[in-house]
Every structure is written in C-alpha cells, then in structure tokens.
C-alpha cells in the first residue's frame, strides 16, 4: 500500500529518548508507535540496530535555482538532502531572480513543487535585489510563504536599515535570520587571520568582522524586540554575544555548521575545497563552539550546502569561490567525530539537527503520533569513506574527503514517500 510502512525493531525517537519500538506509518502519517504497531499489507523495514530518527531539518542551503543551476538545482540539491537523512530544508535567497518580490518568489516556488524531493521552505530576502544595502521589501507580502527573512552572503551594513528591517519584521510572524559581516572589516580577507593565513602568505578575515555585526544586531533586538537568528557562527566572541542576550531573555538563537565543529585553521590546505564564508577559525574559537554546543547557546547545526562548480572551486584558496557542501555528510560526520568520542551525545545531535530547528521555525514537531511520516533510518555500524564523486548533489567541494565515518543514511521518508532508500536497506 502506498506510504505505508512498519519500521520494525529500531532505536526510535520519541518525546526526547531512544526506545526499542516499531514505527506505523499511512496514508503518509504516522499512525503508532509501539510494539507490533502496523498494518499487515505494510512495507516493512527491518530497522534492528538503526535509529529511527524525526528527519534532519537544515535551515541553512543554497540550491540555486533559479539562476545558478549549473552549480545545483532543486532536483540535486534535495536528492542530496534526502540521502543525508533530511526530510526538510531551508534555501537561502542568493538567486536570479533573488526573492524580493511575490513575483520573483513564484520562479523559486515553481521550481520547488516541480522538482523538490523533500520539503523546502525559502526565504525571503531583507533588501530589494539581495544587496545588503538599499531598499527594504514588502516583509508582510512574502511572510506566508517563507521561513524567515535573509540577506546572507551579505550582511545588512546600515545599522538604520537594520533597525527599521526589525520593526517591520516583527509584525510578521517570521525572523530576521542575519549573515553578519561588517563589509569595511573584510580588507580583501579570504580565510582566518591566524597562523596559516600569516605563514602562508594570505589576506585574513577578522574575527571582528563578524562578531563586531552581531554585537550590533543584538543592540537593536534590545530595541525592537524582533525574532533574529543568527546565520554559521565561527567566533568564541559571537558566541558569547549571543550566550549574554539569551541569558538577558532576548528572542535570538543561533546555528554553527560542521565544518567549523570539527576543523580549524591549522587543517587548512591550498585547495578551494577548504574555502567558505566565514572561514574555518582557530582552535579557541572551535572550543568556544562545542562550549556552546554543551551549554545550549547554539541550538542548532546548519550544513551551509553551497554547491558550486569544479572550475569555480579549482583555484586555491584565494581565487576560488567561497563555499563547500555538507547535506550528504553532515550526520555521518557529527556522528563518528563527535558523539562516538564523547563530546555531545546523540540526543543532543537529535535536538541540533532536528528538534530545535522544527521549534525555532515552527516546522511540524517531528517523529509523533498523527504528524506527518518525516522520518530518518541511520545504521549507525555501517562504515564507509567520505567520496565526493559519488555525491548526488552537483557539487563537490568538501574538506571531508577522505574521512571515514559511521551513521549512514537508510531510508529517509518525506511524508511517508520514500525520498531516499539505500540499496542495502531490508524489505520485507
């Protein structure tokens, strides 16, 4: 029978813990949890020793389209997302046209309802044509149809501007999800200004340049009292900027991604596969990160999946393009590299990647009883290498290459379709 399933013997999440139990899905919604839970012409999945997770949410992708579809598309880029075990993601506005206008939000949500495998909210842009400066759009006319308002890859340089963005955001239901970058700090800054950048010749990015934007936006939250978000955080300052306003009672949060989780400047090599914006920082800012992990500070893991072309990401780190890809590894390496070493635990993963950004979002609450059947199977014994040709996304830029892990996606299922099934999952 179509969408239904018993997902039978797993590790399953439920109201915050791991319990042995069979998952019921029909009619493209889950229908019970609970042992011998099921319908009996249900496909079955024999689940023992996976985990069964609410699917993984990304509030942070770049697919592209319309506009870039060279370097990824809303087909590629959400295969790429259901591989990795996400049954939700985010598209962020740096496209052509850039969402500014009901208008031009229409070419992006045509190319969605075509062609997306799992569920993609976009975001509206806060200033006309994506600019960072310049006019603000009409926030209340997008607002039904995305999930918050960014200009990232730019920040918002006027302090004016931003304030009034706030205002009028406010009202919307929705928040002010900020790239922060201060454009006059840059000084031509392509990777950390640490001890690689100044032994191997290169322009730096200050750590100021992002934290000094962030201290600012938290001013005017003070001020306005609007919803804000703060994009890909990589300082130890940024992170106790925002640690302060959280305790303050301030309506922020905040996500960081994997790569400055698990990297640092000093595994910085001359190949465009380690360049994005911000950049891979020091070591005290990768500590002060987990410290936010730990602490809750940071509430949830983005990938910023920005797929570009090999020639674009073909010319060392200071002329190739800013940008690396994560869906399809994301899990599998927070997974190997920090829970099985003891630094966070799976629950915590859990809530990281899917919990808090269904919350901080207002996406659907996840793996229950009458919610939609987005659901996520992980073997989480199953060992493989970290091969970038074999990526269903069109990019191929990541640092990872090469690394073994474990956690590996089984089948993702996006309201009980399956938008991804491993060629070694067990059927019944």
Request: aromatic share 6%.
């Given at each position: ?75 590629t880029g959400t295969a ?240 190739s393009a800013m940008g ?18 003891g630094v966070i635990s ?83």
């Amino acid at each position: 029978m179509e969408n239904t399933w018993i997902l039978k013997g797993g590790r399953v999440w439920s109201e915050g813990r791991f319990t042995e139990s069979d998952v019921a899905i029909a009619k493209g919604r889950v229908t019970a949890i609970g042992s011998g839970a099921g319908a009996a012409d249900a496909r079955t999945v024999d689940c023992r020793g996976c985990y069964v997770l609410p699917g993984l949410v990304d509030v942070h992708v770049h697919l592209r389209e319309p506009g870039f579809t060279a370097k990824e598309t809303v087909a590629t880029g959400t295969a790429a997302a259901a591989r990795g075990g996400y049954t939700t993601v985010c598209a962020m506005p740096n496209l052509n046209p850039a969402p500014d206008s009901p208008e031009h939000l229409e070419r992006e949500l045509e190319a969605i309802r075509r062609d997306a495998r799992v569920r993609v909210v976009p975001y509206g842009t806060i200033t006309r044509g994506q600019k960072g400066r310049g006019e603000l759009i009409d926030f209340g006319a997008l607002a039904p149809q995305v999930a918050g308002f960014s200009d990232d890859g730019r920040g918002v340089q006027e302090e004016a501007l931003m304030r009034e963005a706030m205002l009028r955001v406010k009202g919307t239901g929705r928040k002010i999800v900020a790239h922060c970058e201060a454009d006059e700090l840059l000084r031509g800054g392509y990777i950390h200004d640490g001890d690689y950048c100044r032994a191997h010749g290169h322009r730096g990015i200050s750590s100021e340049s992002e934290w000094r934007q962030v201290e600012r936006d938290l001013k005017l939250v003070r001020e306005t009292g609007c919803p804000y978000h703060v994009c890909h955080v990589s300082t130890r300052e940024s992170v106790e900027l925002i640690r302060a306003a959280k305790a303050e009672g301030l309506p922020v949060s905040c996500e960081t991604a994997p790569h400055y989780l698990l990297l640092t400047d000093a595994d910085l090599k001359e190949e465009g596969r380690f360049k994005m914006n911000p950049p891979i920082r020091s070591a005290a800012d990768r500590l002060e990160l987990l410290n936010g992990l730990a602490d809750g500070t940071i509430e949830a893991i983005a990938t910023d999946h920005a797929p570009h072309t090999a020639e674009e990401k073909s010319r060392g780190l200071a002329g190739s393009a800013m940008g690396i890809v994560g869906l399809e590894c994301a899990f599998p390496l927070l997974y190997t590299y920090l829970v099985r070493r003891g630094v966070i635990s799976l629950e915590r993963l859990v809530e990281l990647m899917s919990d808090n950004p269904r919350r901080l979002f207002g996406f659907a609450p996840g793996l229950a009883v009458g919610e939609p059947a987005d659901v996520t199977v992980f073997d989480p014994e199953r060992i493989c290498e970290i091969d970038p040709e074999t990526f269903l996304s069109k990019g191929r830029a990541t640092p990872f290459a090469g690394w073994r892990v474990s956690g590996c996606t089984l089948l993702t299922l996006v309201g009980g379709r399956a938008a991804y099934q491993d060629e070694k999952l067990k059927l019944k």
